[in-house]
């Protein structure tokens, strides 16, 4: 099953020309990044969902950012691991031969850009870029700490006390004549996707003929989104993730583990490609 199986899913690889490669959690997973989500997954008492809501930040703008910037600090520390690699060092050998690869991603860390990946959509936004509330220009920060106040700030432990910072010293906007209040410029639960985003995304998966979901299942959102459109066309879609899903059976390929280790032999240089 393993071999030939990889092997049927490597001569549709060998002769596509647009690859879409839908990634989720679980590739950050994988580098250690935590989630915030499900079992054991809490930042002092609480998990995303209580945190990443508009309605936090306006009721305690303070503790989402010491949150946010827990989080920011922590992907320091944290690297690509090979399923990053292997789909970025495709992208690039790809493009040298006229193909392209696209990388939509739930995760907000940046670590595709990381790994090289050039031609990504993060349709939920990044940790590193601040949206201004106030005239809502949207910036890259890679500061460390993002601002004065926050150094030291946002351990983890249920037992930390709430830095409660006053407004006016969280994030500002550095915009002439503005100074307004920044947010991390991540899609919140109960905020929507950036339409424009969604847009281009939409024209990739048209234009598609392989499709990976990688670290994530095609019946959970975002890939449950999208795998159906393009399996609907008749285009082949693999599935690269820990679990075995009752949905699975609608696609053509599921490879079942770790991706840092089933997707580097997936992707890696086909004996038809000319170098």
Known sequence: F????????????A????????????????????????????????????LATPEAFSR?????????HYRREVMRSKMPNPAHLAI???ESRLSKQGRSVVIITQNIDEL?????????????????????????????????????????????????KDARIPVEHLPR???????????PHVVWFGETLDSDILTAVEQELEICDLCLIVGTSSVVYPAAMFAPQVAGRGVPVAEFNMEYTPATKRFKYHFEGPCGVTLPPALECHESEVI
């Not at 020309?17 to 994988?30: C, D, F, L, P, Y």
């Not at 595709?112 to 910036?139: D, N, P, Q, W």
């Not at 906007?173 to 947010?183: E, H, Q, T």
């Open 2 to 13: 393993g071999v030939f199986y990889l092997t049927e899913f490597r001569e549709h690889f």
């Open 15 to 50: 002769k596509a020309k647009h690859i879409a490669i839908i990634t989720g959690a679980g590739v950050s997973a994988e580098s250690g990044v935590p989630t915030f989500r499900g079992q054991g997954g809490y930042w002092r008492k609480w998990q995303a969902q209580d």
């Open 60 to 68: 305690d703008p303070s503790l989402v950012w010491e949150f946010y």
């Open 88 to 90: 970025a060092e495709c």
């Open 112 to 160: 595709h850009h990381t790994a090289g990946s050039k031609h990504v959509y993060e349709i939920h936004g990044s940790l590193f870029k601040t949206r201004c509330m106030s005239c809502g220009e949207v910036k890259a920060n890679h500061k460390s700490p993002i601002c004065p106040a926050l150094e030291g700030k946002g351990e983890p432990d249920p037992s930390a």
């Open 173 to 183: 906007c550095d915009r002439s004549g503005c100074n307004g209040l920044l947010r």
